[in-house]
């Protein structure tokens, strides 16, 4: 009877007791510039408890205390202690310096919380100045190629630079640039990718354990922040490389309260080669012009309204042209093919109460491709032409709302809505016919049509001593073609702290995907197409489970493994000898068919994040699998990208002061390939009207192996010292340095045989194709 009085006085003077506390909120940035820092954290000196900045460098914490005492840490950055009477809620930004030793500056942009204390597993930062020390194909820093050196990641093949993570394909990864999907993330046919190092603040990647607040996908999220613009000063840097230029402006406009940040990138290939063409076209008497570049443009607004109040506005528009146009005497013929990506983003923050911050953002994303082919002439007088004109594409229109919740530093609550407008041109050809003064045109393909994807999320963070959990829950609606779809994935994600120091994970997640991209196996070319799930296509999806250890070493390394279990139902193929590219003899969904895909494996990784001395080694033991009713007769097959072995060794190490040397080593099995294995001939009625057909037949699907994958970059980069504003350095790289022919497409051929008795043969012969080998780099960049 006694204890239940009490519990009940405690109960009645619990809102008394909520209402002594008082919370102190704000943000934490960087001193020199403004630039606000993700994933700071903030802890009370007496109490230990403390909480991390969310992606716009708020923070909130309440404590019961009436003198606290906050430190704010970053990696990289001096930590800054602040005293402050908490008689009533107080705002307060933290404002951050870097750190004057090379041994704690040498990797910014890191989390200070360390992997142990985390709930989250399956996710992976790098810092962007470690990726701009990886040595890069022709000295172009490449965030995807990055990526591709962490263990659960795969590339498609040589010089590509596709995302396939455990076990899943390119469309299955949400790629968000400042919180707007990015539908082409190549350039060059997947040699480049379209991020622009230089304006980047932030990279992150979460292969599994999803939370509540992503969805749409089901393989992995790729979060990539634009950094904001310098609120204090004006800087800019650039490059000139082999392959490509760019440059970087960010200043104030208004002091400490407006700032921009302009970036641009463009190759030359194509002006490095006019010198050449003009020379031929004078030696063939003709007209040839090359149009063979890409280029980037990244913008951002940053406005401070007031403490309470931020305006951001964030622009991309990235294109690759290939272009060509050939005019000799009245003869005219070329073509080209034209892909890129727009989007735009609005976002606006409200800090509503010390404890609630809200983000409302506006989006649009756009990525179209054209094909185009023509032919010109005026024979005897008479003009004649033709043209054909392929376009398809897809274009979005959004608007969600986020909401950050932090009652105490026990739980971080998360909630939020959103839906999307999707506009899918599905591959549409026009025909231009000319004669003399009469034009026509005809038209075929898909009509555009559209969906409306709706999403809404809750989720907390929830800790309890030595345990800590992330509890989630997020729900989709999906209009399609007279169908809707609805779908409630749960997402759990666990940790206990066996030590300071050490900590066993485990999560599980649903996921589910309402657009699909129609691809082949093969190259990944811009042709490929989004569609939609549609009342016959089911939207794919997927669960994943995952366990793991983490363990912090001393001396900055930091140590994880973790096995994971993937089933996806409901992917999405080509039927065998399908294709979409100029055939519109039928519905695309007659052309496609689904099943199911399985991916399991291990993972290992050891990094280290500060000293003169960085880098990573990651190790992937997976299997990738796929099944199919109308694909090889229903048996399961290794997916193309199934990989049995990934291995990766990143180091960066400071020579000196102005030296600072890097290097990488990845080894891969070879990918997964179809070959036929063996061959028969038609027996024709009449022989002597055709040649007799020699059939060829393929064994298994991807039952044989292309040759395993390894090579080795190098690179070198020295700064020089600054003089009247002005730094200028030298990036020098080697790719493949020992010129390992790694395979990039394989064919069949006959090699001539003579026998020992002087008889001839051809035997039949698979040759691997190698198409990059070494390639020296160097590069001039400034910073001013």
Not at 74 to 101: C, H, M, P, R
Not at 115 to 122: L, N, V, Y
Not at 134 to 159: H, M, N, R, T, W
Request: glycine share 8%.
């Amino acid at each position: 009877m006694k204890q239940s009085i009490t519990t009940f006085l405690l109960w009645l003077c619990l809102p008394l007791i909520l209402f002594s506390q008082n919370t102190i909120s704000g943000y934490v940035e960087d001193a020199a510039s403004g630039e606000k820092l993700i994933g700071a954290t903030v802890v009370d000196k007496t109490s230990g408890l403390g909480t991390v900045t969310n992606t716009y460098g708020f923070f909130s914490i309440t404590l019961d205390q009436k003198e606290v005492t906050l430190l704010a840490s970053y990696l990289g950055y001096e930590t800054v202690e602040a005293s402050i009477n908490l008689t009533k809620d107080q705002s307060f930004t933290f404002k951050l310096g870097q750190g004057s030793v090379l041994e704690e500056v040498e990797i910014i942009a890191e989390r200070f919380e360390n992997i142990a204390e985390e709930t989250q597993m399956s996710r992976v930062e790098v810092p962007v100045q470690q990726i701009k020390r990886i040595p890069a194909l022709l000295g172009e820093v490449d965030v995807l190629k990055a990526l591709q050196l962490l263990p659960g990641v795969q590339s498609g093949g040589e010089g590509q630079n596709g995302l396939y993570v455990r076990g899943g394909s390119p469309d299955q990864n949400l790629v968000l640039l400042d919180g707007v999907p990015v539908y082409n993330v190549s350039h060059v046919l997947g040699i480049f990718s379209v991020f622009n190092a230089d304006a980047i603040k932030n990279v992150s990647l979460t292969k599994g354990g999803f939370p509540a607040r992503y969805g749409g996908r089901l393989s992995s999220v790729l979060e990539i922040n634009m950094k904001d613009g310098n609120m204090q000063e004006f800087h800019g840097e650039g490059s000139i490389g082999v392959i490509s230029s760019k440059l970087t402006l960010e200043g104030p406009i208004i002091k400490d309260r407006t700032s921009f940040l302009v970036s641009g990138r463009r190759t030359y290939a194509d002006l490095a080669a006019r010198p050449f063409i003009s020379l031929a076209n004078r030696q063939n008497d003709q007209d040839f012009k090359l149009g063979l570049y890409f280029y980037d443009l990244n913008a951002k607004l940053n406005h401070k309204i007031n403490d309470k109040h931020r305006l951001f506005a964030s622009f991309y528009n990235g294109s690759d042209v290939f272009s060509n146009e050939v005019t000799e005497d009245e003869f005219k013929v070329g073509g080209g093919i034209n892909w890129g990506n727009s989007i735009a983003s609005l976002r606006w923050n409200y800090q509503i109460r010390p404890k609630l911050f809200a983000n409302t953002t506006l989006t649009y994303s756009n990525y179209d491709i054209t094909f185009d082919v023509f032919q010109e002439d005026n024979f005897a007088g008479i003009r004649q032409s033709f043209r054909a004109i392929y376009q398809s594409g897809i274009r979005d229109f959004g608007a969600k709302v986020d909401f950050d919740f932090i009652p105490n530093p026990n739980h971080y609550i998360r909630f939020g809505a959103g839906t999307v407008r999707h506009k899918y041109d599905p591959g549409a050809i026009a025909f231009e016919v000319g004669l003399e003064d009469i034009d026509s045109t005809f038209n075929f393909g898909n009509d555009p049509f559209y969906s409306l994807e709706h999403d809404i999320y809750i989720e907390d963070d929830i800790q309890f001593g030595a345990f800590k959990a992330n509890v989630g829950l997020h729900g989709s609606i999906f209009d399609t073609d007279d169908k809707v779809y609805f779908s409630v994935q749960p997402r759990l994600g666990l940790r206990y702290l066996l030590s300071n120091k050490s900590s066993i994970k485990a999560s599980f997640s649903t996921m589910t995907q309402n657009i699909n991209l129609l691809t082949s196996e093969a190259l990944s070319l811009p042709t490929d197409l989004w569609v939609p799930s549609t009342a016959r296509i089911a939207p794919q999806r997927a669960w994943q489970v995952a366990m793991g250890y983490a363990y912090n070493l001393d001396n900055g390394f930091e140590f994880s493994t973790e096995v994971y279990y993937k089933q996806m139902d409901d992917v999405i193929s080509f039927k065998p000898g399908a294709s979409f590219l100029f055939d519109f003899s039928s519905d695309w969904q007659d052309k496609v068919t689904q099943g199911q895909g399985e991916a399991y494996g291990w993972e290992v990784f050891l990094q280290k994040k500060t000293g003169k001395t960085t880098g990573w080694i990651g190790y992937t033991l997976a299997w990738n699998n796929r099944t199919f009713e109308l694909i090889n007769g229903g048996r399961t097959f290794p997916f193309r990208y199934d990989r049995r072995h990934d291995l990766s060794i990143v180091l960066s190490h400071q020579l000196s002061e102005r030296w600072n040397l890097s290097a990488a080593w990845i080894y891969g099995t070879g990918n997964a390939i179809s070959l036929p294995i063996f061959e028969y001939q038609l027996s024709l009625e009449d022989p002597d009207l055709f040649s007799t057909p020699i059939v060829e037949s393929l064994g298994d699907k991807n039952s044989f192996r292309m040759s395993d994958y390894h090579r080795l970059d190098i690179g070198a980069e020295r700064q020089g010292k600054e003089r009247n504003g002005f730094q200028f350095n030298w990036n020098f790289g080697v790719y493949n340095a020992y010129w390992h022919r790694n395979p990039y497409y394989i064919f069949a051929d006959s090699d001539l045989v003579i026998g020992d008795d002087g008889s001839i043969s051809f035997e039949r012969v698979f040759k691997e194709v190698s198409i990059l080998p070494i390639i020296p780099s160097i590069a001039l960049g400034v910073k001013f």
